[in-house]
């Protein structure tokens, strides 16, 4: 059964960086389609950036286009969110998402698409 694992969250002031790891053990990563979501607090859990399986496709929700990057070493088993300018409503709890099956081109934004998820790791980005 695959797992995944968060981390690198923390606290930053606006305008700062942080990077998110999703650690990916008990299945080839290869094999899988990733994504990280989010959930401020009180609201719905929302798509944030997908990757394909080879890395080669990615997207990334408008809010944090330019801002954030997503990327992935299969050989390390792990899928990085960079984020950079930092502002408030980036506050969240930040979830690693992964699913096996579908084709290598897919880049899924729903969070209905995803079978396997981490537990989360806190982003909190003050003013």
């Known amino acids: 059964q695959v797992q995944l694992v968060e981390s690198g969250g923390g606290s930053v002031q606006a305008g700062g960086s942080l990077r998110l790891s999703c650690t990916v053990s008990?299945?080839?990563?290869?094999?899988?389609?990733m994504a990280w979501f989010r959930q401020p607090p009180g609201k719905e859990r929302e798509f944030v950036a997908a990757i394909s399986r080879s890395g080669t496709f990615m997207k990334y929700a408008d809010s944090v286009q330019g801002r954030f990057t997503i990327s992935r070493d299969n050989g390390k088993s792990t899928v990085t969110l960079q984020m950079i300018s930092l502002e408030p409503g980036d506050t969240a709890v930040y979830y690693c998402?992964?699913?096996?099956?579908?084709?290598?081109?897919?880049?899924?934004?729903?969070?209905?698409?995803?079978?396997?998820w981490g537990r989360g790791t806190q982003v909190t980005v003050s003013s």
């Open positions: 008990g299945r080839a990563i290869s094999l899988y389609a």
């Open positions: 998402a992964g699913d096996h099956r579908y084709e290598e081109a897919t880049v899924a934004t729903v969070k209905g698409s995803y079978d396997s």
